[in-house]
Every structure is written in structure tokens, then in C-alpha cells.
């Protein structure tokens, strides 16, 4: 079955940096678009990026999101990265990592076919 498996998450100050990682299995890899969400305490999930299939050329950012988050695949490890980078007090959440091969679903319409369990982050101020 398809498995998505979050890491690197943890405790960080604000201003420092983080790279999630999610590792993927029981699917062809390069054939799925990837994205991650996140939620926050009391808040419902939210899209934050995401990434088209095979080249994963093409990139789209929630608008919280542009300028300090970086999406990133390696169809060879089967994996997708979420580079942030001056993380705020407001970036806590869990964050999830997700696939389908509609690029749409992830980014426009948010209900991608496979989600991961999930990595909390927590910011300190």
C-alpha cells in the first residue's frame, strides 16, 4: 500500500531553519504530483505547496508561503523536501506531506488521494 512518511521536524527558534522530508512507497513515485499541508492548534489544514509530477519543474506556494518555503522532489529516493527557511512563531503546525497524480487536487482543490501521518513543527519565539 501506498506509505508517506514525514521527518525532520522538531523544536526551533524563530529565525532558524528547517527541511522536512517525506519518503514515499508502494507507488510510482515519479508519476505523482507531491504537496504538503499543514494545521495549526485550533485551525483546519491548510495547502502550503506543491509540486508537479516527473520534472517537478513547475511549483506552486500558498501566498504564506512565497519567499520562504522551498519545495523540492528526487524521484530517485522517492522523495519530496520542504525547505523553510526564518521560521516564525506562526509557522507551528503539523506538517504533512501528500501525493496524487492530479497536480489540481493538491494545489487547487486539496483533497489529494495519499497523506503522510504527519511531523510537528514547533517554533519558539
Known amino acids: 500500500q501506498v506509505q508517506l512518511v514525514e521527518s525532520g521536524g522538531g523544536l526551533v527558534q524563530a529565525g532558524d531553519s528547517l527541511r522536512l522530508s517525506c519518503a514515499a512507497s508502494?507507488?510510482?513515485?515519479?508519476?505523482?504530483?507531491m504537496g504538503w499541508f499543514r494545521q495549526a492548534p485550533g485551525k483546519e489544514r491548510e495547502f502550503v505547496a506543491g509540486?508537479?509530477?516527473?520534472?517537478?519543474?513547475?511549483?506552486l506556494y500558498a501566498d504564506s508561503a512565497k519567499g520562504r518555503f522551498t519545495i523540492s522532489r528526487d524521484n530517485a529516493k522517492s522523495a519530496v523536501y520542504l525547505q523553510i527557511n526564518t521560521l516564525k512563531p506562526e509557522d507551528t503546525a503539523v506538517y504533512y506531506c501528500?501525493?496524487?497524480?492530479?497536480?489540481?487536487?493538491?494545489?487547487?482543490?486539496?483533497?489529494?488521494?495519499?497523506w503522510g501521518q504527519g511531523t510537528q513543527v514547533t517554533v519558539s519565539s
Open positions: 508502494g507507488l510510482t513515485f515519479s508519476e505523482y504530483a
Open positions: 501528500a501525493a496524487d497524480t492530479s497536480f489540481h487536487k493538491i494545489v487547487e482543490v486539496h483533497v489529494p488521494a495519499y
Open positions: 509540486i508537479i509530477r516527473r520534472s517537478g519543474g513547475s511549483q
